[in-house]
């Protein structure tokens, strides 16, 4: 199994750089256009978050961790960063049957990662935020 690792600064600039790994990890598998989508919004969902709210708005460093199964049909992230401890599942799902004027605000792209995705989970160790998920790709 090939881990590809990025550490980068967390911000808006980078997600491109994120996006585009994970691209060329999925590239030569039978990674369908719908999946691939979904690893793509889920993933920019993530790091966004950490970018924006991890560190109160200073800069910090996020690590995305991504590699396949030896099989190349499952695609797996990990998303790290030593902001603000925050477990993003422990938000109460949003009541999507509610318009969007009568929903609270936030919530709304985690529930989507938690949809999209296979698995998902978080755990805080070592000072870090760490949050993972894995998509079913043929």
Known sequence: MVMKELKLTASDDTLYTVLENIRKLVADTKCSEDDLTSILVS???????????????????????????????????????????????????????????????????????????????YEYKDGQNIFSMEKDIE
């Open 43 to 121: 993933a920019e969902e993530i790091y966004v978050n950490i970018a924006h709210y991890a560190y109160g708005g200073n800069p910090g460093e996020a690590v995305v961790q991504m590699w396949l199964t030896p099989d190349k049909k499952r695609c797996c992230l990990t998303f790290k960063d030593r902001g603000m401890k925050y477990n993003p599942l422990e938000k109460a799902d949003p009541d999507t049957t509610l318009s969007g004027e009568q929903r609270k605000i936030g919530g709304l792209g985690v529930y989507m990662v938690k949809n999209m995705m296979d698995s998902v989970s």
